[in-house]
């Protein structure tokens, strides 16, 4: 894999993971748009998606580091020393916990389908134009509640709509900002909910492409680019995730809606006209 091509998937990763604008579609967009070849062989594209989303991890945890340390300290507490009663911190750290698991039960399930049937150019287009348009329907209704009201309710209704995302073109971030903003929390809250229950799904997807990485090992020649895909995708995470807190504690994710639709249509229109 040429290191250009590196820097730009993770500069892609990187942003698109936490902007509410897909991942994993602008992924397989990206080297679909410019006919690229670098992931002819399927083991490849397994080990650098595992090295891209270690920098993404690195990135939400470094950003939010100090809430981090509270939400683990606390969360250990209320097992180990069978604190009570609870601390707000401790009860959140679990219910971060517990909205990953539909989303992992999910792709565990499911791995070989989403593989196989999801991800073309067609189903990608036409998902970030329905759920861009849904995100802008929800972002219209009014939203008053804060992150320390996250009930175990909402961590099941979210992590539940979080199951879309494992369809590319989705997004994880932008359905579970959609699902949030359903529920009433407000923009701000709904993006820091999203970004924090990005963590222990990213986390948990990690260690498991990990163990199947360290069992093939990594392919010939894709160790530097690798160590490329994590910086560059670890350092325009941490900018994306700063950036849309700052833009949705005065904007609406309207910005984001255009994008998705304008580029689901461009896409339909590159496949209809036979360009691409």
């Keep these: 894999m040429p290191i ?30 410019f006919n690229w070849n670098d992931f002819a062989d399927a083991s490849i594209e397994k080990a650098f ?23 683990v300290r606390d969360g250990v507490r ?56 849904l995100l802008g329907w929800a972002d219209r209704r009014d ?14 209704k979210i992590g539940a709509a979080q199951i879309l995302a494992l369809n590319p073109g989705t997004s994880r971030s932008g359905i579970t900002m959609t ?11 709904a993006a820091r909910a999203s970004f924090l229950m990005a963590i222990p ?13 360290a069992k093939d090992g990594i392919p010939d020649g894709l160790g530097v680019p690798m160590v490329v895909g994590i910086i560059t995708s ?6 994306a995730v700063w950036g849309t807190i700052r833009l949705v504690r005065t904007r609406t994710f309207m910005p984001f809606v255009v994008y998705r639709v304008g580029l689901g249509v461009l896409v339909l229109a590159l496949i209809v006209t036979g360009v691409r």
């Design 4 to 33: 250009i091509h590196a820097i730009v998937l993770g500069l892609v990763q990187g942003l698109s993971e936490f902007l509410p604008i897909s991942s994993s579609g602008h992924l397989l967009l990206v080297p679909w748009l």
């Design 49 to 71: 998606d595992v090295a891209l989303h270690i920098g993404t991890l690195v990135a939400v945890v470094a950003y939010f580091r100090k809430d981090l340390v509270v939400y």
């Design 78 to 133: 209320m097992v180990v020393r069978r604190q009570r009663p609870s601390t707000l911190e401790g009860r959140l750290a679990w219910l971060l916990v517990l909205s990953a698991l539909p989303a992992a039960a999910a792709g565990a399930l499911f791995e070989s389908f989403i593989d196989e049937k999801l991800g073309t150019p067609t189903i990608i287009a036409i998902s970030l134009i329905v759920f861009g348009v």
């Design 143 to 156: 939203g008053h509640r804060d992150l320390p009201e996250y009930t175990k309710d909402d961590a099941l």
């Design 179 to 189: 699902a949030a903003r359903l529920v009433g929390f407000h923009r701000d809250a």
């Design 201 to 213: 799904v990213t986390a948990g997807a990690v260690a498991y492409k990990m163990l199947k990485l």
């Design 234 to 239: 670890a350092i325009s995470g941490w900018l």
